[in-house]
Structure formats: C-alpha cells, structure tokens
C-alpha cells in the first residue's frame, strides 16, 4: 500500500484526476480501449468535475462504470448513475461509453434484478478508483452484508446484489475478484477517522475490513479536510 497525504482535498483532488487521465492515456498508447470505475457517495464530485474536462482523452475508447449502485430510481439523489452523468459523464468525457451495473429498463422500485451482461466485457480495470467508509467497507463491500462471503468467494458473478443492514436502500456492487484485478487502484478518502480505518483494516481480514480486497495493491489518496 501507498499512502499520499496532500494539504487539503482540494488539492488532492486535482491530482487525483490528473493521475486518472495520465493512467489511461498511457493506457490507450498500447491498447484499443481503457475501463475506468469509480465510486458513488460524497467524495468523487470534484474529482469527476476536473476529469470530464480533460479535453486531451480519447473517451470514445474508455469504458466508465460505477463500482457499486444504490438499489434507487436512475433520477434519485440517492442515485450513483445520476452522480456519474451529471458530474462525469459530461463536457469531452460525454463521449465515453457508459456501461451500466443495471439495466436502465429494470425498475429498481419493483426490484427487478436485471444485472448489465456487459460489465465482463470491460474487463479487466484499467484504473479503479474507490471510496472508502469509516466501516471499512469499500463498493458495497459491508462488513455486516449477509452477501459479503459471497462477494469475496473468487467464483462470484462480476456484479453481486447486496443486502445492507445499515443503509437505506439494497445496492449492487463489483465482486471482490473483479476489483482486485484492477490494473492500477486508488482509493480516495478524507478525514481523520477515515485514516485511523485504513490503519485498522491492514491488522484484520476481508470479512471485517473489506477495503483489504484491494488495500495492498492500492494507493491511498488522504487529506484532512
Ligand atoms: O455508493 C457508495 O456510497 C460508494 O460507492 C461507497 O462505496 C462510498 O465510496 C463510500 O461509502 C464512501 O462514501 P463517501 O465518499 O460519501 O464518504
């Protein structure tokens, strides 16, 4: 693991998303496509406003999908999807190509689970940025999902339903092999309680910590606030 501390999000962000673009376009040097996965919740938005702008990217070769989806309506605030297309998927990065955990004609509200059959033709992952919650769960990776064990057996679907105790609503996620098999991993946080998990997590398993799917292979991007 890697860790880089930055004096404020800001800033990190920006490098964030600079690290992203040079990654896939060193990438598209010497491959036809790149895939890129990025995570929902509160952090990514400036991230995603600085890279959609890269004008300097062949989006029309990159793949963009999330890493895990709230079980919501697409125009839901509660939405990844609806994150990713108004933050990302705008400006030059309109022209990526979109691939859906879900697919848009399954309507969450009556829980019909029609999980996207292109996801494994987008694999691997390129660049895989994930968040990470002060529980240690990264995705929708939860300690306490009754479908964890099934989401980190090596043998699981690429995009595994999740029951979360916790959280508002289901959610849908990458499985653990599909994430470790990222070519290059960072993980995205803020705030002091967040660098005291991931410290937490390098002592524990998979089952208590699922962000060690991924952490030693990964870099840490950390600033305070
Ligand atoms: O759907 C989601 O919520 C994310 O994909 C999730 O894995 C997120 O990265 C963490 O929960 C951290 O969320 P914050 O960035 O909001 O702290």
């Not at 694999?123 to 990776?141: E, K, W």
């Not at 989401?151 to 699981?156: G, M, T, V, Y």
């Not at 679907?157 to 979360?164: E, I, N, T, Y």
Request: hydrophobic fraction near 45%; aromatic fraction near 4%.
């Amino acid at each position: 693991m890697k860790f880089v501390e930055y004096a404020d999000a800001d800033m990190m962000f920006l490098a964030l998303a600079d690290v992203i673009a040079g990654s896939l376009e060193n990438h598209l040097f010497s491959e036809e496509t790149a895939t890129l996965v990025v995570p929902g919740g509160t952090t990514p938005g400036p991230i995603f406003d600085s890279l959609s702008a890269t004008a300097h990217l062949d989006w029309s070769r990159i793949n963009v999908l999330l890493s895990d989806e709230r079980w919501v309506p697409l125009d839901s605030p509660r939405s990844n999807t609806k994150l990713l297309k108004d933050r990302l998927l705008t400006g030059p990065a309109a022209a990526a190509r979109y691939v859906p955990l879900f697919c848009d004609a399954a309507d969450p509200s009556a829980g019909a689970l029609a999980l996207g059959p292109s996801v494994e033709d987008v694999l691997p992952i390129t660049v895989l940025v994930l968040g990470m919650g002060a529980d240690m769960h990264t995705a929708s990776l939860f300690p306490n999902s009754p479908q964890l064990a099934g989401a980190l057996d090596p043998k699981a679907p690429a995009v595994v339903a999740v029951d979360v105790p916790d959280q508002p609503e289901d959610r849908v996620s990458l499985s653990a092999s599909v994430l470790r098999g990222a070519i290059s991993t960072h993980i995205v946080i803020k705030g002091a309680d967040k660098r005291a998990a991931v410290e937490r997590a390098q002592h524990l398993d998979e089952m208590a910590a699922p962000i060690q799917t991924v952490l030693s292979s990964a870099t840490v991007h950390w600033a305070e606030s």
